[in-house]
């Protein structure tokens, strides 16, 4: 029979984690802490927009296979296996906080405690090296009164997806490491992908420290390749004729390098990186070891949206009193997650200079309504939100932004100024209005040498 699925934790990794499995016929029970959150998803509202995630949803809940509970007891005592996918934040001083993964571990545990069977845990959540070992098999060990690997397995199985394309991430990964306690737990989560999948995804099994620090190790090179790209964009915008696209592009053909991640912009956000990064120079301050590269990725990412604010002067001069507009909020396209999107700093840093700031993002306005609260103005389209404007900023790469015509700036603006912090735009078709993108020298026109 297949196994029974319990997911802890049901954010953007967790829900779709278990309506993935739901979709494939597992039964799954999906349990939160937060009460609204299994409310609206028992009625099939998700609070969380991703491409096929309400479509997956629906058919969850349609096949009765997906069961949203806050019961803890209930989700663990009625599976065989447990993903534990709760949030692990950053303390003040930019170090893990695992609170969730220590009281989700304790309501495992609790519930292990009268279950006859052999349960296997495996936690997806983001931890620094050893927690696993550290904190969620002591505490388990504790509040069941088990000893980890004769009464219950654990394994450490980092997720990779990226939001945006959650869904598709999930059903197609490009590989699975598995971390684990022992050969049993290992082969049993093994066992489970393969059924899951019907095809052979490349796996790596490994011990649990070794799984937790290759989902580090592999955001901060990720988060370098940005940084990396951003540095020589800055250094493009010296050259009157040079432009970073072709210049990353060409060193991407390099099958030693990669194109991914080498696309210069205002910098990376969203729920991963910063805190990853964060957590990983706390981790190595702790170990007394220095890790320069990540500094060195984390200074350039946190003075690059401003580039945006620096272009947007040299474009019309003082932003003081002058509207204007910022298209996408979100931290990237296709999703509504503005955790420490780059829009947030560009806003504040615009307010601060007494600018009219009037925003829109297909998806994340919400979001930033509980941001900015009545600070700035909120559009209902791209249209709106640069009609009447002094500068219009291009923060999130939007596909719908495309359809902004050149005409439509010069018609709708006051005065017709883009800043293309995402390089989304065609610049040969902005020669008759100013506009400036990221990496690009200033005499550059067209895009090509
Ligand atoms: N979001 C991503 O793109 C992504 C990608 C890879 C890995 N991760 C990692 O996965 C983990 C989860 O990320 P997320 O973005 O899904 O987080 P999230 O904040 O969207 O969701 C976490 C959920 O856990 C719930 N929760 C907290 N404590 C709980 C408890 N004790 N019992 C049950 N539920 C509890 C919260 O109510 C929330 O719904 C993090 O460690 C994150 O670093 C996230």
Not at 204 to 227: D, G, P, T
Not at 395 to 415: G, Q
Request: proline share 5%.
């Amino acid at each position: 029979m297949r196994p029974r699925i319990s997911v802890i934790g049901l954010g953007y990794v967790g829900l779709c984690t278990a309506v993935c499995f739901a979709s494939k016929g597992f039964h799954v029970y999906g349990m939160d802490v937060d009460v609204e959150r299994i409310n609206s998803l028992s009625q099939g509202r998700s609070r969380t927009y991703e491409p096929q995630l309400q479509h997956h949803l629906n058919k969850a809940l349609k096949t009765h296979l997906f069961q949203p509970t806050v019961d803890s007891e209930l989700a663990v005592e009625k599976s065989d296996v447990t993903f534990v996918s709760v949030g692990t934040p950053s303390l003040e001083d930019g170090s893990i906080d695992l609170t969730y993964v220590k009281q989700s571990s304790a309501a495992i545990g609790a519930s292990l405690k009268n279950k006859p069977k052999w349960h296997l845990v495996v936690v997806r959540s983001t931890v620094v090296p050893t927690t696993c070992d550290s904190v969620v098999k002591p505490v388990i060990e504790e509040t069941s009164g088990k000893p980890c690997g004769p009464e219950w397995g654990l394994c450490m199985n980092p997720e990779f997806l990226r939001e945006g394309s959650a869904i598709y991430d999930t059903l197609c990964p490009d590989r699975i490491i598995i971390g684990e306690y022992d050969e049993r737990s290992g082969s049993a989560l093994d066992n489970l992908y393969r059924s899951f999948f019907h095809r052979k995804i490349p796996t790596k099994r490994m011990s649990m420290v070794n799984a937790e620090l290759v989902k580090y190790a592999n955001n901060a090179f990720l988060a370098m390749k940005v940084s990396f790209a951003n540095m020589t964009a800055n250094l493009c915008e010296t050259l009157p004729t040079a432009d970073v696209g072709v210049v990353t592009s060409a060193i991407g053909l390099d099958k030693r390098i990669g194109q991914g991640f080498l696309r210069a912009g205002l910098g990376y956000g969203g729920s991963c990186f910063p805190k990853d990064i964060k957590a990983l120079t706390a981790f190595g301050r702790e170990k007394n070891i220095d890790l320069p590269l990540v500094h060195a990725t984390v200074e350039i990412n946190e003075k690059q949206p401003f580039r945006s604010i620096d272009l947007a002067e040299k474009l019309i001069g003082s932003l003081s009193g002058k509207r204007i507009s910022v298209l996408g909020l979100a931290f990237k396209p296709d999703t509504d997650d503005m955790r420490e999107a780059v829009s947030i700093p560009i806003i504040k840093d615009l307010l601060q200079r007494h600018a009219n700031v009037v925003v829109y993002d297909p998806k994340a306005i919400a979001q930033a309504r509980r941001i900015f609260e009545g600070s700035i103005t909120y559009a209902e389209s791209a249209v709106e939100c640069i009609r009447g404007s002094d500068v219009c900023i291009l923060v999130t790469e939007w596909e719908s932004f495309k359809d902004l015509k050149p005409k439509e700036f010069a018609k709708l603006m006051k005065h017709p100024a883009i800043v293309d912090g995402r390089r989304l735009l065609d610049p040969s078709q902005f020669s008759r209005v100013k506009y400036a993108s990221v990496g690009l020298g200033s005499n550059h026109k067209t895009g090509t040498p």
